[in-house]
């Protein structure tokens, strides 16, 4: 029967084990991961397994790394989303962290666009570090990327997106992500793109600012192919500053809906209903 | 007549505009998304589209963070 090892289609006997195989191709390797999950018991394995075997802190061959990267990935779910191309517009606190997640699943290409540089007050939420001060947000953004992920592909576009640049710089995206600061600025941007590239869906952020409950953040359909995160209400401004760990939550429910969508799956979880 | 917005049912006066509907509702109009029986309307229009009986809105306000 064939399995993959590694990502490598190998034939093997009927009868073979996860510890077998793992003591014949790499008797050092120590994590052993079956269909996604790590393993500590010998299983017998079946056709079409997906096995990556690991040798703790060693430093895999770039032929082997991009196989290990993915080996806690669903298999068939990895595979339908390295195809895939997202747009972050504005790549603060809600993109940063939203690009993270995305290359940490293994997207296939992410197109980042913000006019904006990294600042000392950026560093309160937003995914950088001090070294990186005074760079372009988009290039800080695209070599943390790489030091995570070198198998996502990058493009990263250091302009102000307008009504009339926004459908051009996302041409190729499946799905759009708004996560831009101002509230102007969301409104036009949602314009543009759903006016300009209709069907296809974008996430976008309204609510998140302050320490009030997470629970509160939800994703909800706000729209044809328009998904909102957010409470709705809890807008930045004095007295209510924009804080990681909400930004953070926010961020991470449109990462995931982003998710979903490339999965199928609608975002809220409930029927499609188009 | 009556629309509805936002899956509510609400009554207003005929040949009322979006502009005068996002008044009527104190929203800003430089910082909302408006779809009306499911087509993205263009700030721009929103001065001249005139509502219908039963005109199917969804609208969103946007505030400030990310």
């Keep these: 029967m064939r399995i993959y090892l590694n990502e490598q289609a190998l034939d093997i006997e009927d009868g073979e084990t996860l510890f077998s195989?793992?003591?014949?191709?790499?008797?050092?390797a120590d994590i052993l991961i079956r269909n996604g999950f790590p393993c500590d018991r010998d299983e017998s394995l079946q056709p079409d397994d997906r096995v990556v075997l690991i040798r703790r802190g060693e430093t895999p061959s770039a032929d082997e790394l991009e196989a290990l990267l993915m080996a806690r990935?669903?298999?068939g779910v990895h595979a339908r989303i390295k195809q895939s191309c997202v747009g972050i517009a504005g790549v603060g606190g809600l993109g940063s962290a939203v690009a993270?997640?995305?290359?940490?699943?293994?997207?296939?290409?992410?197109?980042?666009?913000?006019?904006d540089i990294v600042e000392p007050s950026n560093l309160n939420r937003q995914q950088y570090f001090v070294d990186q001060l005074g760079f372009p947000k988009v290039t800080a953004l695209a070599e943390n990327l790489r030091r995570i992920n070198p198998y996502v592909e990058i493009e990263a576009r250091h302009i102000r997106l307008t009504a009339d640049?926004?459908?051009?710089?996302?041409?190729?995206?499946?799905?759009?992500?708004?996560?831009?600061?101002?509230?102007d600025q969301k409104a036009m941007l949602?314009?543009?793109?759903?006016?300009?590239?209709?069907?296809?869906p974008v996430v976008a952020a309204s609510g998140l600012a302050g320490f009030?409950?997470?629970?509160t953040v939800l994703t909800r359909r706000a729209g044809r192919d328009f998904y909102l995160v957010g409470d709705g209400d809890?807008?930045?401004g004095p007295g209510e500053g924009l804080m990681a760990p909400r930004v953070g939550v926010a961020a991470h429910h449109q990462a995931n809906a982003v998710l979903r969508l490339l999965l199928g799956e609608d975002p809220t979880g409930a029927t499609p209903c188009n | 007549m009556q629309l509805i917005i936002n899956g509510e049912p609400r009554q207003v006066d005929e040949g009322l505009t979006i502009a005068g509907l996002l008044g009527l509702m104190q929203l800003d109009t430089a910082r909302v998304a408006v779809e009306r029986n499911r087509d993205v309307v263009p700030r721009e229009?929103?001065?001249?589209?005139?509502?219908?009986?039963?005109d199917c809105l969804e609208i969103v306000q946007f505030v400030g963070g990310g």
């Excluded at chain 2, 929103?46 to 039963?54: G, N, R």
Aim: proline content about 7%; aromatic content about 6%.
């Design chain 2, 45 to 54: 229009q929103f001065s001249s589209i005139e509502l219908l009986e039963e």
């Design chain 1, 165 to 183: 640049n926004t459908a051009t710089v996302f041409a190729d995206v499946q799905v759009l992500v708004e996560a831009f600061d101002r509230p």
């Design chain 1, 100 to 115: 993270i997640a995305l290359a940490r699943v293994g997207v296939g290409r992410l197109v980042l666009a913000d006019f």
């Design chain 1, 21 to 28: 195989l793992r003591d014949r191709s790499k008797p050092d």
């Design chain 1, 212 to 215: 009030g409950p997470a629970n």
């Design chain 1, 190 to 200: 949602l314009e543009s793109f759903r006016l300009h590239c209709p069907g296809r």
């Design chain 1, 73 to 75: 990935h669903t298999p």
């Design chain 1, 234 to 236: 809890s807008a930045a």
